[in-house]
């Protein structure tokens, strides 16, 4: 499959994301959030936080979430320029490397919370819209990572670089954490990131080896892309589905320094873009 290069210049993204208007953005190394050009030529700093930005997320209003793996927590950048923390942990458990944020229907913002390399016991937090802070389940401890709802909304998915593989949480009908089981093991990688298509088979980037690879249900995973030069296809930790009916799926590259972008026949499933109400809160 063909790779082409979008924007370069940035300082090895980590993660890229899309609002409800399909505009992109991705972090940097030192702290840096970018914003990049509706061409998709070019990126603009809007904030820095100082910090390792991990995972990004947007909401309704344009607000973005992002994890600082630097400081140990989440921060809001809202649409007019403004920085807020939002949550360092629970009250009973501070978080450790904050690794990915992703917003449900409802206005929660469940965030993963990796723990440590390579011991693992990392868990997933619950960010109600109230501001409240809890841990949701601490069933996928194996270096916690990479979150992405799935399309029916009844199961939360999450990388497990150190399992390694993916796994799956149910969202029960009260919000709260069901059964863990796991979906496929992947030996030999690191798995990062998710994301669904449309018809639910499920994408994952890995940090290691440099590749994406689809699961079509019920347990057939196929090598969508590699390159085991890591020049196009570098460290993809995160992927996105943007773009023109947004068939188009965004590569990060955390080992290099630009976007890349795969051009596919078929579009990504909806994310959600709820409209919080915790802006401001710690």
């Given amino acids: 499959m063909q790779v082409r290069h979008v924007v370069g210049g940035l300082d090895h993204p980590e993660c890229i994301t899309v609002d ?11 702290g840096q959030i970018y914003a990049i050009s509706d061409q998709r030529s070019e990126a603009n700093q809007i904030a820095s936080h100082g910090g390792l930005i991990l995972g990004l997320c947007v909401n309704g209003n344009g607000t973005i979430y992002a994890c600082d793996a630097s400081g140990k927590n989440v921060f809001a950048r809202t649409l007019d320029g403004g920085i807020r923390d939002i949550s360092s942990g629970s009250p009973d458990r501070p978080m450790s490397i904050p690794n990915f944020p992703v917003l449900d229907e409802k206005g929660n913002l469940f965030v993963s919370d990796s723990g440590s390399w390579p011991e693992g016991g990392g868990c997933i937090y619950k ?3 109230d501001g409240t802070c809890a841990v949701w389940s601490e069933a996928a401890p194996r270096f916690t990572n990479g979150l992405a ?6 199961f939360l998915y999450v990388a497990e670089s150190l399992l390694p593989g993916v796994s799956r949480i149910s969202i029960l009908p009260d919000g709260s954490a069901g059964e863990c089981e796991t979906v496929c093991l992947m030996p030999g990688t690191v798995p990062d990131g998710l994301a669904f298509d449309v018809e639910g088979s499920l994408y994952i980037s890995c940090y290691r080896p440099d590749r994406v690879y ?14 085991f030069q890591g020049t196009d296809v570098a460290a993809p930790t995160n992927i996105v589905f943007a773009g023109e009916s947004k068939s188009t799926l965004y590569l990060a590259s955390l080992a290099r320094w630009h976007i890349a972008a795969l051009d596919m026949e078929i579009s990504g499933a909806p994310l959600h873009y709820p409209d919080n109400s915790f802006e401001g809160r710690g």
């Fill in 20 to 30: 409800s208007h399909g505009n992109l953005f991705c972090g940097g190394e030192d």
């Fill in 127 to 129: 960010i109600s819209p």
């Fill in 149 to 154: 709802i799935h399309p029916s909304g009844e």
């Fill in 214 to 227: 689809r699961l079509k249900f019920p347990g057939e995973l196929e090598v969508l892309v590699d390159d």
